[in-house]
């Protein structure tokens, strides 16, 4: 056991080698890899606390997708939960790791299942849901790509039941589907199996918010440095750059309505062009704006989950929506903010 442990340690080492806002650094501007297809999932292994494989990047399936709450559920986001052992939840876990004092190498290990593990039995990893009228009354709609069309609408919601379902479980439509074969995800009280991502509050608001751009992340520290929560981030590119240095942060916008100014992206297909892009979940900065004390820079949600850290964005600190909802109920008007290097 100790030397297959070592080995795959080892591989995994080996492969690691105003409710307003107006600016222009919040888009992506570099598509997300090509999706792997979804993995198989089975819920008695997701759901048995003696699950505890030896899992590391590039893995995926059931043991993967139990990591992955069991992080979320501690504040250590992996961004969407879709059962894929990637880049984010390899930085997640690290943060853990790091944060607990325990063998930082990259795998979930024994002791970092252990440690995970408390109150799984009582909090079950997948859950039922019963999907509600509120759920499916929508309005629904597909939010063009082109900003002068987004701001003829009246809401920038979601574009289906499905779509709004795996945010509020921070899944992907693709694990939520596969965990739910035939099941129709826009029928008020068809019962689903969900993640059961309820987070604890965390004992105490954070001391500081700190951006790092080697690991694409957000960390929230206590007044000793303690890393509190940690969630992947999107933020600047060679032609937005992360602006490195001590900010302060603003009172968080709840949200926000967004001011388009194409003279502000570089890749702008047409200069000169403005509009007000409604609020909504599917807004350029999602569903709350914390601004930074710089023009036109802040952390934000996203329309576009899937793209958190695997995509570049005009400059700013973009965050999936829950994540973002979290860190603005934790932070305050004028904390200090660290954007560094690593």
Same mark, same amino acid.
């Given at each position: $056991?100790?030397?297959?442990y070592? /080995?795959?340690a080892? #591989?995994?080492? !080996? @492969?690691?080698?105003?409710?307003?806002?107006s &600016?222009?650094?919040?888009?992506?501007?570099s598509?997300?890899?090509k999706?792997?297809?979804?993995?198989?999932?089975?819920?008695?292994?997701?759901?048995?606390?003696?699950?505890?494989?030896?899992?590391? $990047?590039?893995?995926?399936?059931? /043991?993967?997708?139990? #990591?992955?709450? !069991? @992080?979320?559920?501690?504040?250590?986001?992996? &961004?969407?939960?879709?059962?894929?052992?990637?880049?984010?939840?390899?930085?997640?876990?690290n943060?853990?790791?790091a944060?607990?004092?325990?063998?930082?190498?990259?795998?979930m290990?024994?002791?970092?299942?252990?440690?995970?593990?408390?109150?799984?039995?009582?909090?079950?990893?997948l859950?039922?849901?019963?999907i509600?009228?509120?759920d499916v009354?929508?309005?629904?709609?597909?939010?063009?790509r082109?900003?002068?069309?987004?701001?003829?609408?009246?809401?920038?919601g979601?574009?289906?039941?499905?779509?709004?379902?795996?945010?509020?479980?921070?899944?992907?439509?693709?694990?939520?589907?596969?965990?739910?074969?035939?099941k129709?995800?826009?029928?008020?009280g068809?019962?689903?199996?969900?993640?059961?991502?309820?987070?604890?509050p965390?004992p105490?608001?954070?001391?500081?918010?700190?951006?790092k751009?080697?690991?694409s992340?957000?960390?929230?520290?206590?007044?000793?440095?303690?890393?509190?929560?940690?969630y992947?981030?999107?933020?600047?590119?060679?032609?937005?750059?992360?602006?490195?240095?001590?900010?302060?942060?603003?009172?968080?916008?709840?949200?926000?309505?967004?001011?388009?100014?194409?003279n502000?992206?570089?890749?702008?297909?047409?200069?000169?062009?403005?509009?007000?892009?409604?609020?909504?979940?599917?807004?350029?900065?999602?569903?709350?704006?914390?601004?930074?004390?710089?023009?036109?820079?802040g952390?934000?949600?996203?329309?576009?989950?899937?793209?958190?850290?695997?995509?570049?964005?005009?400059?700013?600190?973009?965050?999936?929506?829950?994540?973002?909802?979290?860190?603005?109920?934790?932070?305050?008007?004028?904390m200090?903010?660290?954007?560094r290097e690593?």
């Amino acid at each position: $056991m100790g030397m297959v442990y070592l /080995a795959r340690a080892l #591989a995994v080492f !080996l @492969l690691t080698v105003s409710t307003a806002y107006s &600016g222009g650094a919040n888009l992506a501007v570099s598509k997300a890899p090509k999706a792997r297809p979804q993995p198989v999932i089975h819920v008695d292994e997701v759901n048995n606390l003696a699950t505890m494989d030896l899992i590391g $990047m590039n893995d995926d399936g059931s /043991a993967v997708l139990r #990591a992955q709450v !069991l @992080l979320d559920r501690a504040h250590f986001s992996v &961004g969407e939960i879709d059962g894929i052992f990637g880049t984010n939840m390899l930085n997640s876990l690290n943060a853990y790791q790091a944060a607990h004092d325990l063998p930082t190498d990259g795998a979930m290990n024994p002791d970092t299942w252990e440690a995970l593990d408390v109150n799984a039995e009582i909090l079950p990893i997948l859950v039922p849901y019963t999907i509600t009228k509120k759920d499916v009354a929508g309005p629904f709609n597909r939010v063009p790509r082109d900003m002068m069309e987004q701001a003829k609408l009246a809401r920038l919601g979601y574009s289906s039941p499905i779509e709004a379902l795996g945010e509020r479980f921070h899944a992907s439509t693709a694990l939520l589907q596969s965990l739910n074969p035939g099941k129709q995800f826009g029928k008020a009280g068809e019962r689903i199996l969900v993640p059961n991502i309820d987070r604890t509050p965390l004992p105490e608001r954070p001391a500081m918010v700190v951006v790092k751009k080697d690991c694409s992340c957000v960390e929230a520290l206590d007044a000793a440095n303690h890393l509190m929560a940690h969630y992947p981030a999107t933020m600047g590119s060679s032609h937005d750059p992360l602006p490195v240095g001590q900010m302060k942060l603003a009172k968080p916008s709840w949200n926000p309505i967004f001011f388009y100014d194409s003279n502000l992206f570089w890749d702008a297909k047409v200069k000169g062009e403005k509009a007000v892009i409604p609020s909504g979940p599917k807004n350029p900065v999602g569903v709350v704006w914390i601004g930074l004390s710089k023009a036109h820079l802040g952390i934000h949600g996203t329309p576009t989950p899937s793209t958190i850290g695997r995509a570049h964005s005009h400059g700013c600190i973009r965050l999936t929506n829950w994540d973002a909802t979290e860190l603005g109920n934790i932070v305050q008007a004028g904390m200090t903010a660290s954007l560094r290097e690593s």
